[in-house]
């Protein structure tokens, strides 16, 4: 269901009932990367996450933990973030 890389990957999707009634398999939440962070980076405009993954942590698809790492679930709830925390690998 999940690439590999995902943090979803190892997770087991379970079964709920939506307000419609029917039944809908969802995966549990993530709990947030833990670790040292790598340091801060200054962000300039219009520079991205997946980016700005690809750099620190050599992996684009990585921009979910530079997010969890900042206390947000949504990666443009950073967009005007000028201090973005770099979680270590």
């Not at 991205?48 to 992996?59: E, P, V």
């Amino acid at each position: 269901m999940f690439e590999d890389k995902s943090r979803y990957s190892k997770l087991e999707p379970y079964i709920v009932e939506d307000s419609r009634g029917r039944q809908v398999s969802v995966v549990p939440v993530t709990s947030a990367p833990q670790g040292p962070l790598l340091g801060k980076h200054l962000r300039q405009q219009s520079q991205r996450l997946d980016h700005l993954a690809y750099k620190y942590l050599q992996d684009g698809a990585a921009f979910w933990w530079i997010s969890e790492a900042n206390g947000v679930m949504l990666p443009e709830a950073l967009t005007e973030q000028s201090e973005i925390n770099i979680p270590s690998k």
